[in-house]
């Protein structure tokens, strides 16, 4: 048994990613890699998420340019996977930035769990301190996708 491998179309994409939740996303700094699981929404060609402050904000703050990776395992064998190539943007807390604040909270808050990976730290912070809540979006530059298709 093998495998056809299958290059997805910008719609078939559009479709994994609005179907998804769950993405590893690559940041890089100084010339090193950093990869983080986050959940995330997708509309009208941006990616939605929120994170607490830590590495993935600094790095991304101070290179905006990542990668999304989304995966989809099969019933079966097979796999599909689209790779998203971006701009990340903050939107600070300020009336310039409201709308893409509410936008972003509004499409992650439909499910329960939205805020779990990006509000977990592991450190303890001290007792009164409010973090700030980091809300951002990651601009599509080039989506690209495959699929590998089992074949008897």
């Not at 993405?23 to 509309?43: K, Q």
């Not at 703050?61 to 099969?74: F, K």
Request: some cysteine.
């Amino acid at each position: 048994m093998g495998y056809i491998l299958k290059d997805l179309t910008q719609a078939e994409c559009s479709t994994i990613l609005e179907q998804s939740r769950f993405g590893h996303l690559a940041c890089c700094n100084e010339g090193r890699p950093y990869v983080v699981p986050i959940y995330f929404a997708y509309a009208k060609g941006t990616i939605y998420s929120f994170s607490m402050p830590g590495r993935k904000v600094d790095w991304m703050r101070a290179n905006e340019n990542v990668c999304l990776q989304i995966d989809q395992r099969g019933t079966g064998r097979g796999w599909t996977s689209v790779v998203v190539d971006g701009r990340f943007e903050e939107f600070p807390d300020t009336d310039l930035w409201r709308s893409e604040r509410l936008q972003a909270w509004s499409l992650l808050q439909k499910h329960f769990d939205w805020w779990e990976i990006g509000a977990l730290k592991p450190q303890a912070r001290p007792p009164g301190s409010l973090p700030e809540h980091i809300f951002y979006g990651i601009s599509l530059r080039e989506v690209t996708g495959r699929t590998a298709i089992p074949v008897d």
